[in-house]
């Protein structure tokens, strides 16, 4: 995930986090639908605690509508997005926005590109005129593209390049797939961020930005109807094209263990594995996420237990799944202590995968993955910004926003079995690939 | 230099008339009604109710914090309340781990330089397990030697690691060239060296010192009846024997004169880090209001005048900003950005460029209108949640701040005026007496570097520690 600004957004695992989901039902959480004519779904939720809302739009392409040079063309688009447009020429967006009292973001991933204003209620009508200006009429300054093309290589040497876990994690991704595009990372290559043409820009943004192609949420100080007068009177005009061709490649079964090294001036070392599991609305989501919190969530996880606290080999131990479309990964990061040989720090989690995998995790266990998806769950839900974005997301990945009341019957119904069973599944070291930072310091590079 | 820049003359008129429906709709920002009392033996407790979301929110400070370290021993508050969970007179770290994430709850402690902080979160229905587990690590840890060895282990490799990020460390660097021996310069987290030092004697002795009811307010916040609440709260910690301590004072540091700079080497970047300022306010300051507002203008916000020269303009970055530390004593205040290799001068320059600028022409009516209805309007979401609310109730209270702080916000800054502005600029925002810190590769940027300071200091990154005490 890339994203605008940098002090905004924790996204990554928003759709792992509602396991257990309890009794909000439909009628303490009421969410009210509308598809436009032109196929822009808007989904609203009202509350009136503060006087701000949340509104997010998400646009179902992301860096796996990419091909080799043109990488990163999604998130330079998000970029451009507020660059200027007919009505709103570059700089206006963000000075107008801000004088009225509103911020905004947007951020990128492999699927999606969601785009996110916070604004008083004042601001409502502003809001609308401005979305669907740059929806529809987006300029293509050649000194805006100039000027945003060295602040994306700037985020990249930021987030990539001077960051250890930023630069194994894209090695990581370009390793473990071989023919689907989640190969490439979604902020681009650095020689395509530099070669991007003007044409490769305007067709993407005919091929991303119908409203078809897009869900609006908007949480917070409103009512669906003003919502969706404003949507008839600003976003229901714009004309629907053709949305993005779909993205046929299928990854390959990976059929061997795959290593890569990184080798670089560096303090500690840094371990990334991945292993593949299906897309988001696999019905294997709720046991995957149960096992992860088991073995990976709290300092109770079974290895925080055995890397941090009893072989004390490790700093920190995690796991992550992004949202996805297509078959994806579970990435795992562990951060070794200095001088501690990375594959000591592997093979114990191999062993804890496979304690998994030989007997079924404890009831408590169980009920306590539940506990924490409970809880959660409420963090989750407890901020407009927080609501809109899960509801987005689980309409959007999961194809209906209404799953997400499902969810807690989806993980209650997870049993000890579908957690070995996911385990033994999804864990083998055939379908793992495994990174590896490993520090040199300048004497050594000298030496060779 | 491009379009932007010219464009804003050309849009004068139509961003006059969009900026005058801004201020249209007026908002009244309250803080949810809560109460204060304080327990025999001493403990201050702050009550707010807030219904909605079965969650409740514990935010305890001990008033001392990282800045009552002694010399050598950085870190040594910061681990102190690392170690309230690793284990207490009821449980082993190991059950207290799986009793707090059986209920899906979290826990935190720390220590910045004015206050060590303690925090809990869970859910309603869990009241009395979390209070139970919460007042466990707060009134009864133990030290255990083995957990003490461990966090102090881990700790210098969190340090090491940092460094491997330079965005992690340039304050850590910046705070200690600053403010050399003050206690302010030294890294809250402690550092390679100092760490080590750290004996479990020492944070025994830290926690019985300062860790006692008359040191410490505790702001609970949630879904909870009051009354039961103050019953539970009565049994939890009323028990807690009251003991006298004299709250550390911390003096103020005068602003560095003339103009220095420390280049810390890290020959891999390829990108330069740099933070350039001097000693900013006190958080009782009774200009920061104005100040709020000037920042949030000058590098507060994503059209401030750096970002603006620094990222829209010229894209030499992907973000500029600038801040004040607000703290018990005048905290830091920088300027903040980062720009690939070769165009560290022309950035630096640029950002420097914007302060004089400042200085110079002050802000505009415009910018004024703006930036009011910026910060009005953006405030709602930081008082959404418990757990934000736990938190600034508690943190006011150690401030010496009262409800009006939230109450009398958009007042105060409505009545921000140009001329308050003028003079907010002259005495808060430095202009010739100036810190350098840049993290970079040194053999690519220090002929660049050189000219911002005739004294200069320099060090690899590799180098254990931040900046060495007694620089002032």
Known sequence: ?448 | MNRARQGLHVLALTMAALLAVSSAAAQTLHMPPHEKYVLKNGLTVLLLEKHGVPLINLYAIVKTGAAADPAGQDGLASVTAGLLRKGTKARTAQQFAADLDYIGGAFEADAGADFSSVSAEFLTKDLARGLELFSDALLHPTFPQSEVEKLLAQSVDSVRGAKDDPQQVLGLYYYGYLYGTHPYGRPSGGDEVSLQRIKRDAIAKFYETNYAPGNTLLAVAGEFNGAEMRKKLEDVFGGWPARAVAAPPIAPDPPAKGKRLLLVDKDDATQTYFVFGNVGIARNDPDRVAIRVVNTIFGGRFTSDLNEALRVESGYTYGASSFFDARKAPGPFGIFSFTKNETTGPAIDLAVQVLQKLHKNGVTDEQLKSAKSYIKGQYPPNIETSRQLAQIIATHEFYGLGDDEINQLEARVDAVTPEMAKQVIQKHFPSENLVFVLIGKASAIRAAAEKYAEKRDARPISEPGFWPPGTK
């Open chain 1, 1 to 448: 995930m890339k994203t605008r600004l940098m002090s905004r957004a924790a996204f990554a695992v928003m759709a792992a986090v509602l396991l257990g989901a309890p009794v909000w039902g439909q009628a303490e959480f009421p969410v009210a639908a509308k598809t436009l004519k032109n196929g822009m779904k808007v989904l609203v939720q009202t509350d009136h605690s503060i006087p701000n809302v949340a509104l997010y739009i998400f646009y179902r392409v992301g860096s796996r509508n990419e091909g080799p040079g043109t990488t990163g063309l999604s998130h330079f688009f998000e970029h451009m997005m507020f660059n200027g447009a007919k009505k709103y020429g570059p700089g206006d967006l963000d000075k107008v926005m801000e004088a009225n009292g509103g911020s905004n973001n947007a951020y990128t991933t492999r699927d999606v590109t969601v785009y996110q204003d916070w604004f008083p209620r004042s601001a409502l009508p502003l809001i609308y005129d401005i979305e669907a200006d740059r929806i529809q009429n987006l300029s293509f300054d050649p000194q805006k593209i100039k000027s945003e093309r060295e602040v994306v290589a700037s985020e990249r040497r930021l987030r990539t390049d001077n960051d250890n876990s930023g630069l194994l994690d894209e090695q990581l991704w370009a390793t473990a797939y071989i023919a689907h595009p989640y190969q490439w990372p979604v902020v681009g290559w650095m020689s395509d961020i530099e070669h991007w043409t003007m044409e490769q820009l305007k067709h993407h943004f005919e091929m991303g930005y119908s409203p078809n192609n897009a869900t609006m949420v908007v949480a917070g100080d409103v009512s669906p109807e003003e919502i969706f007068q404003l949507c008839e009177k600003y976003i229901e005009p714009i004309p629907t094209h053709a949305p993005p061709p779909p993205v046929t490649t299928l990854e390959p079964e990976q059929l061997g263990e795959r290593r890569l090294i990184v080798r670089k001036p560096s303090q500690l070392p840094l371990v990334l594995v991945a292993y593949h599991i299906p897309q988001t609305n696999n019905p294997d989501f709720y046991a995957l996420n149960v096992l992860r919190t088991v073995l990976f969530q709290g300092e109770s996880s079974r290895m925080y237990q055995r890397l941090v606290d009893k072989d004390q080999i490790a700093l920190d131990v995690s796991s992550s799944v992004e949202p996805a479309f297509d078959p994806t990964i579970v990435e795992i990061a562990i951060q070794p202590k200095q001088g501690v040989d990375p594959q000591k720090c592997e093979k114990a989690m191999y062993e804890e995968f496979e304690n998994a995998k030989n007997a079924a995790i404890s009831d408590t266990e169980l009920e306590k993955a539940k506990n924490i998806r409970l809880a959660e769950f409420y963090r989750e839900m407890r901020t407009i910004n927080g609501r809109a974005n899960t509801i987005g997301t689980y309409e959007v990945f999961f194809g209906d926003y209404k799953k997400l009341f499902d969810a807690a019957k989806n993980y209650s119904a997870v049993t000890k079995e579908d957690v070995q069973r996911v385990a033994k599944t999804y864990f083998g070291a055939n379908n793992r690939t495994v990174s590896t930072l490993i520090p040199e310091n300048s004497e050594e590079k000298a030496k060779q």
